[in-house]
Structure formats: C-alpha cells, structure tokens
C-alpha cells in the first residue's frame, strides 16, 4: 500500500507481506527548454528501489541510456548511501508515463546534477528503514546498529540480518524525514572505478538497441521523402516497387511514401523502385552561398543586447591595441551509429512503441495525438540509444512509424538509411560572428564587443516565440564569460532559414566558446602575453575555472618548450555546471593538421563514476575534432548536399590524439559532464595550429583552410 504524501514531498514506500521495501522518488528536471518539457512542481517519483526478500536492489531509472551511464551512476549513488552489495545492484528501464516518473527527458547534462541530492536521501532513507527494521527484530537500541556491504550488523553481538532477510519488515516502517548522508570522505562505492552495468549485455549482443527490436507479425517500412526542406509528394506511381520480391504494400503519409516488406532490403529495393513526381515548395534554390550572404548583410543590422557593462565603444577606442575579426561555423550534423530507428503497433484500442529516444514522454504525446488515443493508451518502451548527441530529442522518426502502421494497421519497424540520416537531421546551427576587442598599454584586456548572427533553434520550433528578436539561448558560451572584462557587449541578431536545426552536443556553446577562445587567444597575441597567462589573470571571479586552467597547464607541461614543428593551444569554459580546460599539440604538415595529444582537466564536483567521465571526455573529444576538423553540411538546391560519410567523414582511430583526463575533485556543486568536454577542443586545436604556423583559424572545418 502507496502511503500519501503532499506536494513537496520527494519520497514515497510501499510495503506489504512478500513484497520487500518498495520507495520511490523525484528527479527534478531543469532542462525543459531543449527536451521539450514544461516543469511541473507536483511529486511525480521517476526513480523507484525494490530490495525483494532475496536481497537483490534493484533501481528503476527513467533516463535513457546511450553510454552516458545513468544506468551505472544512478545505482552508485543510492548504493552508497544504502551501505549496499554493489554485486546485488540491478537497474531496469521505465516505459514512458505521462506524470508517474516525472521528467524522463535525458539532455542538457542534467542526469547527475538534477539527481545527486534525492538519488542519496533515497538510499539513506531505505537504510535507516532497514536499520530501523533490524532493530526492532532485536529489541536493541537502533543506534547499536549499522550497514554494511548489504546487511545490518548489530555492533556488540555481531549478529547481522541480510537486507532481503528485512526487506519486508522495513516496509512496514515509518519513512525517516531527514535520514543522515555520508560525508564524501567516507564513500565506498562513488568515486571508485564501478563497470557499467550494461556493458556486459553490450559486449555479447544480449543488449536490445531500438534496431534490435521484433514483434509478432511486424513489416519493415522505408520511407522516401522530398530531398528538399519542407517539399512534399506531388505524385507516384508504385507498380514497379509492388513487384520487389517480399514488399507487401505500401502507404502514404502526409511527408513522404513508405513501402513495407518482409525484410528491410526488400523494402529498401522497393523504395528505390518507386516513381515519384515531387513538389519541392518555396525552398528549392536555397543553397550555402545565399544563407552565408544573408548572414553577411544581417551584420550591417544592430543586434539585440543580451549582457554589456560600462563603455564599450570609448573603451575600444581609447585602447593601446585594438583586434577585429569573423568568425563563421557550417552546419553540422548529428550522425549517431544507429540511425534513427522506431518500432509501432498501433491498434483500434492501443498504441504500443518500441524506440530509442531521448524524450520518451514526448513520443507518447505524439502517439496519442496522431491515434487519437489518450495517452495512458500509449505505451513507449524505451530501448537503448546508439548515440544521440541531442538528435533523439525529436521524435520526428517515431511520428511516421506511428502513422505508417495506422495506415497500414500491421505493427512497423521503421528504419532509416544513413541517407535519411544525414539528409533529414536537425542541425546544428550556421553561424557568423563578428568581434572586436582592445588592450590597454599594460596588455590588459579592457574592451569585447561580440556580434552573433545566425538562426533560432527556439524560434523554428514556435515561430512569433520572441519577439523582441533575441533568444538567450543562442548567446550561451558567448553571454556570462567567465573573464573579467571591464567594458563589454554580446549582441544578437537572429537570422533565420528554412533548414532544419536542434540541439547538437553542447548546443550554442559548442560554436560560442570556440569563437570566445580563439579571439582571446586573438588578444593574447595583441597584448604581447603568453595565452595561459592572459586567461588566469582575469579569472580570479571564476575561481574554480582557475584551477583546472592550472591544473590542464601544469600536466600537459605548457612551460615546456615542444619539438620543432608541433603547435600548442589551450582553451577553457565553464557549461552545464562543470569547468573544463584542454591543451591541444598539434602539427600542420602540406597542409594536414594532426592532433597528437589533448590533455583535458575537469571539475564537475565529486566525479560519481570517473571511468564513465573519462570516456565521455574521450567521447567528446572525438565528437568535437570531427566536427571542427572535417564536419559541414553545405546546403544545395534546397537540401543537403552530403548524404553519407564518403562526403561527411568521421575522426578515425588512426587519427585519434592521445586523451589525457585529470578530474579535479572540488565537492562543490556537482556539474554535468555528457557535454563540457566538446566546446573548448576546437578553440585548444586552433590555438594551437597559430602556434605552430602563425595563422589563424576563423572559419570551420579547418581542413579547408590550412
């Protein structure tokens, strides 16, 4: 039986003869702009913990995993609080629910951050619950008992109940209100190098990605759309794509044809053999060239102020040494191993879905919308993720399964190609900046004055949304530097197109601190200053941002002098609560820049699981030297003129940089870390190559300009 609880509390147990002890909890979710939510300050529990009489701990997570390890740092946490057998701990994955977990988005590097303090009060509460069980059975003083490694121990005797040995009884008591946590110094179990839990599934194929997915009586769909942005079906004729050998039939839906089949070949060859007249609509002539010359006329216009203090326009004058520069980045795809994937079984009463998402609540929205079925009649499942990046957010994938199998009213997996992928993605945003600063007589920076132009992922989605002109959002990395700078203005000016974009890993700030710290690097110059220097002498406001500055100098040996040849660029930020800095070592040989070494040091609070943190600053790394090296979608004829990694091409494993992670622990306020490894590795790659060649990079991918 659920006891009741009000509004503000966080915590709920159940409890009854052979059920164990059942608690469940809240996440909050501060995150809701990119996944789509609206907060909601009712409970709504999105974690659940079961200790069943077999003394088995298993926590329900309603995070999507896709590498990032909610599935090993969630169960960390509450074990370390819960004085648990790390060997008993098992994590299952929540369906989607529209109010039952609360937030199941997973973005924005939110999953520790937003959790840290509930995942521990939860664990400590179901210890004290235990404790307070065991003491009870023995008629002792409570405060004679303790936790250990999976049971209580009573101190003076040594007798010791297992937890599943008090899993039932322990339900049965009152919840604690503030049960005590453990100080840091303490912790057994975070901090400490923990396997993920899936790895071993993922290593022997036992893993179910949303491509794994089958159903009973399921047809493969393939969908062909307009190349074009916002172009649609004009006519088709199907008669040669019904001859394929194994398609079965095939549908219309409101953006493209899809032909289902009895295995995905036959329906991709059955897709190819389709006649289709299109209607490519008012954006087939737009190209890279036309959306670059509108963002270099919008330059002329006075952006909207998103932060400034004292006088920028004196203070640039007035300065010993002034700098001015553009900077422009391309497009960029997402371009996940799995492309984008969805299983739909939609009934005359049900909708069930089977899909590798990112914000699993609002692919039951859209189910129900389609289905016309309330949402409690949808039921998500989700799978794991490979990758996201930011991609999985959308659910544009899951909306066409749902309408091809309520056309064609047999359960559908669809599958997009790697064309699909890369031709029908969000992007991440083009942009333009333009920048000016200056350097009194002592090398002090005095002025900064940055000028962003370029599209609104906020304004695509809900056109009229500002209408003032400025969405703050897209000034992230640009607007709270973290820099001292006595006279400053960013402004924006919001400039958009009809390609598609979202949130790409890091959103804005992937492109706002590589422009922030390459034109620091920029004024470095001017004053005459060693680069390191410059920055640590105008962050003593950023104290924690100061030390792994420090820190990433002191181990990539920045005083060292390099080989003849070698370049070497540093770069910092502070984003999603964490502060990273990265020392890039670089060589420019005919042309080709290589990447030996980036030595990256990082400050997140406590690390929870620093093997998981390690690789995803590896991960990140990877990510961000592809897209800053080589990554660009130019736009042709209304649409995407790369459709596959021929023309799109990834980092590979002999181009890889050796990765050096050093975590400084500061047990401040735990930070994200899925995404503030990516922003400073372009900037600390740039920097470097000026160091090693004397020129400058402003304009990304570097491979076409070096």
Not at 136 to 150: H, I, K
Not at 497 to 509: C, E, L, M
Not at 516 to 537: C, G, T
Request: charge should be neutral.
């Amino acid at each position: 039986m659920i006891s009741s609880v009000n509004r503000r509390n966080f915590l709920k147990v159940a409890g009854g003869a052979g059920a164990g002890l059942v608690l469940s909890f809240y996440l909050p979710s501060k995150n809701h702009e990119f996944l789509g939510e609206s907060p909601n300050e009712s409970f709504a529990p999105n974690v659940w913990l079961r200790i069943d009489p077999s003394g088995t701990v298993t926590i329900t997570v309603a995070k999507s995993e896709m590498g990032q390890g909610p599935h090993t740092y969630f169960p960390m946490i509450v074990a370390e609080e819960l004085e648990a057998d790390w060997k008993s701990i098992k994590v299952e994955q929540a369906d989607a629910h529209p109010d039952k977990y609360g937030s199941q988005g997973t973005g924005g590097s939110t999953g520790v951050r937003t959790s840290w303090e509930n995942l521990r009060k939860a664990g400590a509460t179901a210890r004290e619950m235990l404790i307070a069980a065991a003491a009870t059975r023995w008629n002792v003083d409570r405060l004679s008992c303790y936790a250990e490694n999976g049971s209580v121990i009573h101190k003076p005797t040594k007798r010791s109940f297992t937890y599943g040995q008090l899993a039932d009884d322990a339900g049965k008591v009152p919840v604690p209100q503030n049960p005590p946590v453990k100080d840091p110094k303490d912790f057994k179990i975070v901090g400490t190098w923990v396997p993920q839990l899936p790895t071993a599934d993922r290593s022997t194929g036992k893993a179910k990605f949303g491509i794994d997915t089958k159903v009973p009586g399921m047809l493969y769909a393939s969908l062909v759309r307009c190349p074009v942005f916002g172009g649609n079906v004009a006519s088709f004729d199907a008669t040669k794509a019904k001859a394929v050998p194994g398609v079965r039939t095939i549908v219309q839906i409101d953006n493209g044809v899809a032909v289902l089949a009895d295995s995905t070949w036959a329906a991709m060859q059955g897709r190819d053999a389709l006649d289709i007249k299109w209607d490519n609509g008012p954006n087939a002539s737009l190209d890279s060239d036309k959306i670059r010359k509108m963002f270099e006329e919008y330059s002329s216009k006075e952006g909207v102020v998103g932060e400034s203090e004292g006088e920028i326009a004196k203070a640039l004058t007035a300065g010993a040494k002034s700098v001015e520069a553009v900077y422009e980045l391309p497009y960029i795809s997402h371009s996940p191993m799995e492309p984008m994937n969805c299983v739909a079984d939609v009934k005359s009463g049900s909708c069930e879905i089977w899909v590798p998402s990112q914000t699993p609540q609002s692919a039951q929205d859209v189910a129900a919308q389609i289905t016309g079925l309330p949402k409690e009649k949808v039921t998500v499942h989700v799978t794991m993720l490979g990758g996201g990046f930011g991609r999985r957010l959308d659910n544009d994938y899951v909306e066409e399964a749902v309408k091809i199998s309520k056309a064609a009213s047999v359960p559908v997996q669809l599958l997009w190609t790697r064309e699909d992928d890369m031709m029908h993605d969000f992007y991440r945003p083009a942009s333009r900046h333009h920048l000016s600063g200056a350097v009194d007589g002592s090398g002090k920076l005095v002025a900064w004055n940055h000028k962003m132009i370029g599209p609104s992922i906020g304004e695509q989605r809900s056109p009229g949304r500002f209408k003032d002109g400025m969405d703050r959002s897209a000034l992230n990395g640009a607007t709270e530097m973290p820099y001292s700078i006595p006279n400053y203005a960013v402004s924006y000016v919001m400039a958009n197109t009809a390609v598609p974009i979202g949130a790409w890993r890091s959103v804005y700030r992937s492109q706002n601190i590589f422009v922030v710290e390459s034109f620091i690097d920029e004024l470095a110059h001017a004053a005459r200053k060693d680069p390191l220097e410059f920055r640590l002498q105008m962050l003593d406001k950023s104290p924690r941002l100061k030390k792994v500055v420090e820190t990433v100098a002191e181990k990539a040996g920045w005083k060292k002098p390099l080989p003849k040849g070698l370049g070497r660029g540093i770069a910092c930020a502070s984003c999603f609560g964490s502060h990273v800095a990265e020392v890039a070592e670089v060589s420019v040989e005919k042309g080709k820049v290589r990447v030996h070494r980036m030595v990256v040091a990082v400050d997140c609070g406590i690390a929870v699981a620093p093997n998981t943190l390690e690789a995803q600053i590896e991960g990140a790394i990877v990510l961000a030297l592809t897209a800053a090296l080589k990554g660009e979608i130019t736009i042709e004829n209304g649409r995407a003129k790369q459709s596959n990694f021929d023309a799109y091409p990834l980092m590979t494993i002999d181009e890889m940089p050796k990765v050096e992670v050093h975590i400084v622990n500061s047990y401040e306020a735990l930070g994200g870390i899925g995404e503030p490894g990516v922003p400073p590795a372009a900037p600390a790659v740039c920097n470097a190559i000026f160091s090693a060649t004397g020129k400058r990079i402003r304009r990304l991918p570097i491979v076409k300009l070096v």
